[in-house]
């Protein structure tokens, strides 16, 4: 499969990917390098492995990192509980005595996310979710995961991937990462996208909501990017928005600022860019959506 | 000229130079990653070298936004604006699609295979190729680098910012977490975690057969910005200020301005927005003429960062210290922000130390301030970076 084969791939799956997102993708299975993708919260890091497991039509294995996320949460645990039901059950039968060696089978390990993805029998797309909220402890144990595909459990040895998982991380920069982490990946920062891009990717997405009101709420949209706001909206909240317009029987952007008022919270997410968004900043941004070419002034009140 | 097929790995080896020249971590391993992509490309697809070299030579946001920059100037100088011809030097003529042709005939022709290629004396040359602007090296007895270091940060310019914010990086680096002071008695560092070894405990039915144990803590210190922005100080408070939005993003500081009264501006500092100058203008439109450092620092102290001010706390003025209070007071407020145990550091234009009477009467108290530093070129900061802070 070629960078073009699997940007088609991902276009039928209805993920929208440039050229060069694709060519990173593709780059990054041929390398068998893991992916870290950064970019701003809501511009589709997360479905970018989503996309990519279902292009590829492989499964997706999901870990989704947090605060004090440890080893028995992520890789692997043994089956304590199991275990003791084993030993007690020995101690039952007269004559018998457990050993060391059967209580510490795969029978009694409970495979967590990162060795379900090394040990699974099909090839797999391993997405870890936002890594920036893990420990720097957890990101020093996944030095040996993404650097050999392998995982040590002392007791059994070296669990090795038969086939090497597609690994997506993504980051929203709560956190530095280590500059080791960094380096055993490809790296891909997420843009918001462009007008042309987000228009086709609202179409796709609400192929029911009318063109017009598409195409001048992602252009209202993305003037509000260029706003000084503190939570610039994302794609996701793009989608949002169209449907609630959609929702509310809207064909087009209307008239009065007013009216759009109440669905301003599918993309404001903070008091301050509320606060900001008055009517007056909505009015100037929709009288932007009638200008043709740059050159031409707002209407005038006379 | 074509590039011959013994060159393309001297020519990435020479844009691998660049990239590190401009702060991008490449090295071997890139180099040879960035071979095998433009091998892995289909021919007819060389114009998505350009985007696999960025995944693997880019490790994060500001590499990737520099990208496109350094990427037309090695490969498509004859492209960039504005960009002037030095006189005597021939400008360097470098064909990308001939570059992926010429990797992929060598492969063809039973060359050494790239991972053996790479690690040859190609990837291994510690400068750029000859025909490279933007190196280090004299001219006419000139050197371009020497300019851009000592020119007076009076008279920045927007392209020196990329390079402050490095700098800045690495200031904020070499300040980076300390243990804190619990941990420094502890010479083994192992500390059980009463409360999550029991929590564990609960899966092997309370038997604490996993004891879960405490990492050191590590804090990075809490660092002050006081930015002076009176009339006197006009010409450089606009860079210094772009030198404290670096600390805000590298390390989270604080940023206040003051000449009359004082006020705080980190929030205005977090975006990157070209009106930064504007807003901190309209936050101190209010103010006075004049500047009083001493009030400011006493606003600072008492209201702003009272319960911040620790030991781990550092607080760097950026000022010439022109004082229009009482010459004792600013002694007097120091004094109160050293009794905290913050450290702080005074940072100047001048070529001196500031020398006004408030500055004598805090130079007369030892201890006070812990360093005075000028800053007044890229060269300061750089020579700031290296030294331990």
């Not at chain 1, 008022?261 to 008055?278: H, I, N, S, W, Y």
């Not at chain 2, 005939?105 to 991972?115: F, I, L």
């Amino acid at each position: 499969m070629t960078d073009a084969d699997l940007r088609v791939s991902l276009q039928r799956v209805g993920h929208l990917a440039d050229e060069a997102l694709a060519t990173t993708l593709w780059l990054a299975g041929e390398l068998q390098r893991p992916l870290l993708v950064e970019g701003d919260a809501g511009v589709g890091k997360t479905a970018l492995a989503v996309a990519l497991a279902q292009a590829r039509g492989q499964r997706l294995v999901r870990l989704q990192c947090h605060e004090g996320l440890d080893l028995s949460q992520a890789a692997y645990e043994w089956n304590y509980g199991k275990q003791l039901l084993a030993i007690r059950l020995h101690e039952t039968q007269p004559g018998e005595r457990v050993r060391e060696a059967d209580l510490f089978a795969r029978d009694y390990l409970l495979e967590r996310r990162l060795l379900q993805a090394i040990s699974s029998d099909a090839p797999c797309v391993l997405l870890i979710d936002e890594i920036d909220r893990a420990d720097e402890a957890f990101e020093a144990f996944l030095l040996e995961v993404l650097a050999d595909y392998q995982i040590t459990v002392p007791e059994l040895g070296t669990v090795t991937a038969r086939h090497v998982p597609q690994v997506v991380l993504t980051s929203n920069g709560t956190r530095e990462l280590s500059d080791a982490l960094r380096r055993r990946c490809l790296y891909h920062y997420l843009d918001h996208p462009t007008l042309a891009r987000e228009i086709a990717i609202v179409r796709a997405t609400l192929p029911q909501a009318e063109g017009q009101l598409v195409e001048q709420a992602v252009a209202f949209v993305q003037k509000l990017r260029r706003d000084d706001l503190s939570k610039k909206p994302g794609i996701a909240e793009t989608l949002d928005w169209v449907r609630a317009l959609h929702r509310l029987d809207f064909k087009a952007l209307p008239d009065d600022p007013l009216a759009l008022v109440p669905t301003l919270a599918c993309l404001l997410k903070t008091r301050e860019d509320r606060f900001q968004m008055g009517e007056d900043r909505i009015r100037q941004l929709m009288e932007g959506r009638r200008s043709v070419g740059v050159a031409e002034k707002a209407p005038q009140q006379i | 000229m074509n590039i011959r097929p013994a060159q393309p790995l001297e020519a990435i080896a020479g844009f691998a130079a660049l990239l590190r020249e401009h702060g991008l971590k490449v090295g071997i391993a890139e180099q040879q990653a960035m071979v095998r992509a433009a091998l892995s490309l289909p021919l007819d697809r060389w114009k998505q070298v350009d985007a696999a070299w960025r995944a693997i030579a880019c490790h994060d946001a500001r590499d990737w936004r520099r990208w496109a920059e350094l990427f037309e100037r090695y490969w498509h100088p004859q492209r960039l604006k504005g960009s002037t011809k030095v006189s005597g030097q021939t400008r360097p003529n470098r064909s990308l699609q001939q570059l992926v042709q010429s990797l992929h005939e060598g492969m063809a022709g039973g060359t050494p295979p790239p991972q053996r290629a790479t690690s040859d004396v190609a990837l291994n040359a510690p400068a750029l190729p000859p025909d490279e602007p933007g190196q280090g090296r004299a001219q006419g007895g000139a050197s371009r680098t020497e300019a851009l270091h000592d020119r007076s940060l009076s008279q920045w310019l927007p392209q020196d910012l990329a390079q402050l914010e490095r700098l800045a990086e690495q200031v904020a680096l070499r300040l980076r977490k300390r243990l804190t002071r619990r941990w420094h008695d502890s010479a083994t560092g192992h500390r059980l975690d009463v409360r999550r070894t029991l929590r564990a405990s609960l899966r092997t039915g309370g038997l604490p057969l996993n004891p879960v144990w405490r990492a050191p803590r590590r804090e990075r210190p809490r660092l002050f910005i006081l930015v002076d922005v009176s009339r006197s100080m006009e010409t450089h408070a606009q860079l210094f200020l772009r030198i404290a939005r670096a600390f805000v993003l590298a390390m989270d500081a604080r940023v206040f301005v003051f000449h009359t009264r004082l006020a705080e501006v980190t929030p205005l500092l977090r975006s990157d927005s070209a009106a930064v100058q504007e807003k901190v203008n309209a936050v101190t439109a209010g103010f006075g003429g004049g500047t009083r450092i001493a009030t400011s620092v006493a606003d600072f102290h008492a209201v702003h960062a009272r319960a911040q001010l620790t030991r781990s706390a550092r607080v760097w003025v950026l000022s010439d210290g022109f004082d229009a209070d009482e010459p004792p007071c600013l002694a007097e407020e120091l004094a109160r922000v050293r009794g905290r145990g913050a450290r702080i550091a005074w940072f100047h234009p001048s070529e001196q130390p500031p020398a006004s009477m408030a500055m004598r009467a805090v130079n007369e108290q030892r201890g006070l301030v812990e360093r005075y530093a000028r800053l007044n070129s890229l060269r300061d900061l750089a020579s700031l970076a290296e030294q331990a802070l």
